[in-house]
Protein backbone atom coordinates (compact mmCIF):
# COMPACT_ATOMS: atom_id res chain seq x y z
CA UNK A 1 0.00 0.00 0.00
CA UNK A 2 2.77 1.98 0.92
CA UNK A 3 4.25 1.68 -2.49
CA UNK A 4 0.83 2.32 -4.58
CA UNK A 5 0.51 5.50 -2.41
CA UNK A 6 4.24 6.78 -3.42
CA UNK A 7 3.51 6.18 -6.82
CA UNK A 8 -0.20 7.86 -6.77
CA UNK A 9 1.73 10.71 -5.36
CA UNK A 10 4.29 11.06 -7.59
CA UNK A 11 2.03 10.85 -10.56
CA UNK A 12 -0.05 13.09 -9.15
CA UNK A 13 2.31 15.52 -8.89
CA UNK A 14 4.14 14.97 -12.11
CA UNK A 15 0.71 16.13 -13.18
CA UNK A 16 0.19 19.17 -11.91
CA UNK A 17 3.74 19.85 -13.00
CA UNK A 18 2.78 19.17 -16.62
CA UNK A 19 -0.37 21.44 -16.38
CA UNK A 20 1.58 24.45 -14.82
CA UNK A 21 4.51 24.60 -16.97
CA UNK A 22 2.04 24.10 -19.82
CA UNK A 23 0.13 27.06 -19.10
CA UNK A 24 3.05 29.08 -18.30
CA UNK A 25 4.61 28.62 -21.16
CA UNK A 26 1.17 29.17 -23.22
CA UNK A 27 1.39 32.69 -22.21
CA UNK A 28 4.44 34.03 -23.06
CA UNK A 29 3.97 32.31 -26.50
CA UNK A 30 0.21 34.51 -26.44
CA UNK A 31 2.52 37.57 -26.27
CA UNK A 32 5.12 36.44 -29.01
CA UNK A 33 2.68 36.05 -31.64
CA UNK A 34 0.60 39.04 -30.86
CA UNK A 35 3.82 41.38 -31.37
CA UNK A 36 4.72 39.24 -34.52
CA UNK A 37 1.53 40.00 -36.19
CA UNK A 38 1.92 43.76 -35.17
CA UNK A 39 5.68 43.19 -36.77
CA UNK A 40 3.83 41.68 -40.47
CA UNK A 41 1.45 44.35 -40.15
CA UNK A 42 3.93 46.78 -40.48
CA UNK A 43 6.55 45.69 -42.46
CA UNK A 44 6.95 46.02 -45.94
CA UNK A 45 9.06 43.57 -47.53
CA UNK A 46 7.59 40.80 -49.10
CA UNK A 47 10.37 38.16 -47.34
CA UNK A 48 10.35 39.43 -44.19
CA UNK A 49 6.49 38.64 -44.05
CA UNK A 50 6.81 35.48 -45.22
CA UNK A 51 9.74 34.44 -42.28
CA UNK A 52 7.00 35.98 -40.09
CA UNK A 53 3.99 33.99 -40.99
CA UNK A 54 6.39 30.64 -40.67
CA UNK A 55 7.26 31.79 -37.07
CA UNK A 56 3.67 32.24 -36.53
CA UNK A 57 2.94 28.88 -37.41
CA UNK A 58 5.71 27.33 -35.81
CA UNK A 59 4.63 29.07 -32.72
CA UNK A 60 0.73 27.67 -33.00
CA UNK A 61 2.11 24.41 -33.69
CA UNK A 62 4.05 24.55 -29.95
CA UNK A 63 0.25 26.01 -28.76
CA UNK A 64 -1.28 23.05 -30.75
CA UNK A 65 1.22 20.28 -28.83
CA UNK A 66 0.83 22.51 -25.31
CA UNK A 67 -2.90 21.91 -26.00
CA UNK A 68 -3.10 18.43 -26.65
CA UNK A 69 -0.27 17.78 -24.05
CA UNK A 70 -2.38 19.26 -21.30
CA UNK A 71 -5.36 17.04 -21.51
CA UNK A 72 -3.18 14.28 -19.42
CA UNK A 73 -2.68 16.43 -16.52
CA UNK A 74 -5.64 16.80 -14.74
CA UNK A 75 -6.23 20.42 -13.06
CA UNK A 76 -6.87 20.26 -9.75
CA UNK A 77 -9.59 22.50 -9.44
CA UNK A 78 -12.21 20.42 -11.69
CA UNK A 79 -14.44 17.72 -9.71
CA UNK A 80 -17.00 15.38 -11.24
CA UNK A 81 -20.58 17.74 -11.86
CA UNK A 82 -23.44 16.30 -12.29
CA UNK A 83 -24.89 17.99 -15.64
CA UNK A 84 -26.87 17.40 -18.58
CA UNK A 85 -24.80 16.25 -21.65
CA UNK A 86 -26.74 18.20 -23.77
CA UNK A 87 -25.66 21.07 -22.77
CA UNK A 88 -22.34 20.07 -23.22
CA UNK A 89 -23.12 18.73 -26.74
CA UNK A 90 -24.56 22.25 -27.47
CA UNK A 91 -21.14 24.05 -26.43
CA UNK A 92 -19.39 22.26 -28.46
CA UNK A 93 -21.28 22.91 -31.05
CA UNK A 94 -21.19 26.21 -30.83
CA UNK A 95 -17.35 26.15 -30.76
CA UNK A 96 -16.91 24.30 -33.92
CA UNK A 97 -18.99 25.60 -35.77
CA UNK A 98 -16.92 28.37 -37.34
CA UNK A 99 -14.24 25.61 -38.23
CA UNK A 100 -16.74 23.40 -39.33
CA UNK A 101 -18.38 25.61 -41.94
CA UNK A 102 -14.76 26.58 -43.12
CA UNK A 103 -14.07 23.54 -43.99
CA UNK A 104 -17.51 23.50 -45.45
CA UNK A 105 -18.81 20.56 -43.21
CA UNK A 106 -22.36 20.27 -42.12
CA UNK A 107 -22.48 19.92 -37.91
CA UNK A 108 -25.58 18.06 -37.21
CA UNK A 109 -26.88 17.43 -33.19
CA UNK A 110 -28.67 14.51 -32.47
CA UNK A 111 -30.17 14.76 -28.78
CA UNK A 112 -32.68 13.06 -27.02
CA UNK A 113 -35.72 15.11 -25.73
CA UNK A 114 -35.17 14.77 -21.85
CA UNK A 115 -32.12 16.12 -19.89
CA UNK A 116 -29.23 12.93 -19.70
CA UNK A 117 -27.87 13.69 -16.61
CA UNK A 118 -24.67 12.75 -15.73
CA UNK A 119 -21.97 12.54 -13.59
CA UNK A 120 -18.28 13.99 -14.64
CA UNK A 121 -15.93 16.43 -15.20
CA UNK A 122 -17.24 18.63 -17.77
CA UNK A 123 -14.24 20.69 -19.05
CA UNK A 124 -12.25 17.54 -19.51
CA UNK A 125 -14.65 15.31 -21.52
CA UNK A 126 -15.59 18.31 -23.72
CA UNK A 127 -12.05 18.38 -24.55
CA UNK A 128 -12.44 14.93 -26.01
CA UNK A 129 -15.50 15.90 -27.85
CA UNK A 130 -13.70 18.43 -29.25
CA UNK A 131 -10.69 16.68 -29.65
CA UNK A 132 -12.74 13.45 -31.96
CA UNK A 133 -15.26 16.11 -33.98
CA UNK A 134 -11.87 18.42 -35.07
CA UNK A 135 -10.91 15.11 -36.51
CA UNK A 136 -14.60 13.93 -38.11
CA UNK A 137 -14.43 17.92 -39.48
CA UNK A 138 -10.72 16.90 -41.07
CA UNK A 139 -12.12 13.74 -42.50
CA UNK A 140 -14.46 15.30 -44.40
CA UNK A 141 -13.80 16.00 -48.15
CA UNK A 142 -16.56 16.88 -50.28
CA UNK A 143 -20.21 17.41 -48.57
CA UNK A 144 -19.16 16.50 -45.40
CA UNK A 145 -21.11 15.39 -42.67
CA UNK A 146 -20.56 15.53 -38.84
CA UNK A 147 -23.20 14.12 -36.67
CA UNK A 148 -22.58 14.02 -32.68
CA UNK A 149 -25.43 12.11 -30.99
CA UNK A 150 -26.13 11.31 -27.63
CA UNK A 151 -27.77 8.35 -26.41
CA UNK A 152 -29.28 7.32 -22.73
CA UNK A 153 -29.23 3.85 -21.68
CA UNK A 154 -29.92 2.74 -18.54
CA UNK A 155 -26.62 2.79 -16.83
CA UNK A 156 -24.37 3.99 -19.23
CA UNK A 157 -24.23 6.93 -21.90
CA UNK A 158 -22.87 7.60 -25.42
CA UNK A 159 -22.03 9.71 -27.01
CA UNK A 160 -21.08 8.87 -30.85
CA UNK A 161 -19.52 11.02 -33.26
CA UNK A 162 -20.73 10.19 -37.05
CA UNK A 163 -17.98 11.48 -40.16
CA UNK A 164 -18.50 10.66 -43.79
CA UNK A 165 -15.26 11.38 -44.59
CA UNK A 166 -11.94 9.51 -45.62
CA UNK A 167 -12.09 6.32 -42.95
CA UNK A 168 -9.12 5.33 -40.87
CA UNK A 169 -6.39 3.44 -42.29
CA UNK A 170 -4.29 2.69 -39.62
CA UNK A 171 -6.67 1.95 -36.64
CA UNK A 172 -4.30 -0.11 -34.46
CA UNK A 173 -2.14 2.75 -34.56
CA UNK A 174 -4.55 5.40 -33.70
CA UNK A 175 -4.24 5.89 -29.95
CA UNK A 176 -0.44 5.77 -30.04
CA UNK A 177 1.26 8.97 -28.87
CA UNK A 178 2.40 11.14 -31.53
CA UNK A 179 0.79 9.05 -34.50
CA UNK A 180 -0.43 11.72 -36.71
CA UNK A 181 -1.35 11.60 -40.70
CA UNK A 182 -0.93 15.50 -40.84
CA UNK A 183 1.23 17.61 -41.53
CA UNK A 184 0.63 19.91 -38.70
CA UNK A 185 -0.87 17.46 -36.64
CA UNK A 186 0.29 16.44 -33.02
CA UNK A 187 -0.84 12.99 -32.82
CA UNK A 188 -2.05 13.64 -29.18
CA UNK A 189 -5.66 14.06 -29.58
CA UNK A 190 -6.97 10.18 -29.78
CA UNK A 191 -4.27 9.33 -27.09
CA UNK A 192 -5.57 12.34 -24.98
CA UNK A 193 -8.89 11.33 -25.10
CA UNK A 194 -8.87 7.87 -24.19
CA UNK A 195 -6.78 8.90 -21.10
CA UNK A 196 -9.47 11.28 -20.22
CA UNK A 197 -12.38 8.63 -20.91
CA UNK A 198 -10.89 6.02 -19.11
CA UNK A 199 -10.39 8.14 -15.80
CA UNK A 200 -14.23 8.21 -16.01
CA UNK A 201 -14.18 4.47 -15.92
CA UNK A 202 -15.46 4.45 -19.82
CA UNK A 203 -14.20 3.73 -23.10
CA UNK A 204 -13.88 4.49 -26.51
CA UNK A 205 -15.06 2.44 -29.54
CA UNK A 206 -13.92 3.68 -33.64
CA UNK A 207 -16.00 1.71 -36.45
CA UNK A 208 -14.47 3.74 -39.68
CA UNK A 209 -14.91 2.49 -43.43
CA UNK A 210 -12.07 3.47 -45.79
CA UNK A 211 -13.46 6.85 -48.19
CA UNK A 212 -16.96 5.85 -46.04
CA UNK A 213 -16.86 7.16 -43.04
CA UNK A 214 -15.41 6.85 -39.26
CA UNK A 215 -17.94 6.54 -36.24
CA UNK A 216 -16.17 7.10 -32.81
CA UNK A 217 -18.61 6.36 -29.87
CA UNK A 218 -17.65 6.77 -26.17
CA UNK A 219 -19.43 4.97 -23.54
CA UNK A 220 -19.77 6.78 -20.32
CA UNK A 221 -20.90 4.99 -17.15
CA UNK A 222 -23.57 6.46 -14.69
CA UNK A 223 -21.53 7.12 -12.20
CA UNK A 224 -22.82 7.08 -8.65
CA UNK A 225 -21.31 9.50 -5.50
CA UNK A 226 -20.41 5.79 -4.15
CA UNK A 227 -17.78 5.33 -6.79
CA UNK A 228 -15.93 8.42 -7.62
P1 LIG B 1 -3.97 14.60 -34.95
O1 LIG B 1 -5.40 15.00 -35.16
O2 LIG B 1 -3.15 15.68 -34.35
O3 LIG B 1 -3.34 13.99 -36.17
P2 LIG B 1 -5.14 12.53 -33.30
O4 LIG B 1 -4.57 11.71 -32.20
O5 LIG B 1 -6.32 13.36 -33.01
O6 LIG B 1 -3.94 13.44 -33.84
O7 LIG B 1 -5.48 11.58 -34.53
C1 LIG B 1 -4.48 10.70 -35.02
C2 LIG B 1 -4.74 10.31 -36.44
O8 LIG B 1 -5.88 9.45 -36.53
C3 LIG B 1 -5.05 11.45 -37.39
O9 LIG B 1 -3.87 12.06 -37.89
C4 LIG B 1 -5.86 10.76 -38.49
O10 LIG B 1 -5.01 10.14 -39.42
C5 LIG B 1 -6.57 9.65 -37.73
N1 LIG B 1 -7.98 9.97 -37.44
C6 LIG B 1 -8.52 10.29 -36.24
N2 LIG B 1 -9.84 10.49 -36.33
C7 LIG B 1 -10.18 10.31 -37.62
C8 LIG B 1 -11.41 10.36 -38.37
N3 LIG B 1 -12.60 10.66 -37.79
N4 LIG B 1 -11.36 10.08 -39.70
C9 LIG B 1 -10.19 9.78 -40.31
N5 LIG B 1 -9.01 9.71 -39.65
C10 LIG B 1 -8.99 9.98 -38.34
MG1 LIG C 1 -6.79 15.38 -33.64
Redesign the pocket.
Known amino acids: LQMKLREFEKASSLASLTAGIAHEIRNPLTTARGFLQLFEQRSDSGQDKEYIELTIRELDRIQALLQDFMGLARPDCEHFQEIDARNLTASVYQFLSPEASLCNVELVCDVPEHPVMIRLHPGRIKQVLI?LMQ??VH?CDKQGHVTLSVHDFDNYITLSII?N????TDLHQ?FRPF????QT???????VSKHIVEEHYGHIQVD?MQNKG?T?TIYLPKLTLSTV
Not at 179 to 182: D, Y
Open positions: NNAADGCGILFTTKGTGLGMFSTV
